[in-house]
């Protein structure tokens, strides 16, 4: 069981800048790919970004692709999500999750995930 738990949500302006964490709890950190999603009021949940295992693989969706960037630190078991030039649109719960060696923008693939952390991105 791997428990991943969000954190660095809040409140900025437009322009303004965020950095998401995603701490987990397994050892074996290194095996999983993680992504972030992110799900607004009345919408679906959507793919956000997404990097690999090992950390050399990225993809991002083309709505954040220039703006946000995944990274993440094995040793500490932590991956983060760097969010910059925020905007409005950009509002939403944000979701950190994990699939075992899995490279894939579905969410049905991930089989573990955090509880959310809100991002407000004011006008």
């Known amino acids: 069981q791997v428990q991943l738990v969000e954190s660095g949500g809040g409140l900025v302006i437009t322009g303004g800048s965020l950095r998401l964490s995603c701490a987990a709890s397994t050892r074996t950190f290194s095996v999983y790919t993680m992504g972030w999603f992110r799900q607004a009021p009345g919408k679906e949940r959507e793919f956000v970004a997404y990097?690999?295992?090992?950390?050399?693989?990225?993809y991002y969706a083309d709505s954040v692709k220039g703006r946000f960037s995944i990274s993440r630190d094995n040793a500490k078991t932590t991956g983060y999500l760097q969010m910059n030039s925020l905007k409005p649109e950009d509002t939403a719960v944000y979701y950190c999750?994990?699939?075992?060696?899995?490279?894939?923008?579905?969410?049905?693939?991930?089989?573990?995930w955090g509880q959310g952390t809100q991002v407000t991105v004011s006008s």
């Open positions: 999750a994990a699939a075992r060696m899995t490279l894939d923008t579905k969410s049905n693939l991930y089989s573990y």
């Open positions: 990097i690999s295992w090992s950390g050399g693989s990225t």
